[in-house]
């Protein structure tokens, strides 16, 4: 599954679509990644949070992989 994060919602609506496939409430998925489900039910919906190591665990944990690319990469690539 791919998605293009933009802003903070982004994150949240692709968190939530891997929660969902999984068939998972977010409780169930907050006490699977060790967080609350206060913080993954904010983090769902798009507020922003603080990227740390805990963020970057839950992301792990999900499979989530950040990568970044500058316009030019991703122009020459498209060009390829």
């Given at each position: 599954m ?8 982004d994150i949240?609506?692709f968190?939530q679509?891997?929660?969902r ?6 409780l169930?998925?907050a ?15 798009g507020?922003?949070?603080?990227i740390?190591g ?19 990469t991703a ?6």
């Open positions: 791919r998605a293009i994060i933009e802003r903070p919602e949240g609506v968190v679509r891997i929660r496939d999984a068939q998972l409430t977010q169930e998925l006490s699977a990644l060790g967080t609350s489900q206060r913080w993954l039910s904010e983090l769902e919906a507020k922003p949070k603080r740390d805990n963020y970057f665990s839950v992301l792990s944990k999900l499979g989530i992989t950040l990568v970044a690319e500058t316009a030019e122009e020459r690539d498209a060009d390829e």
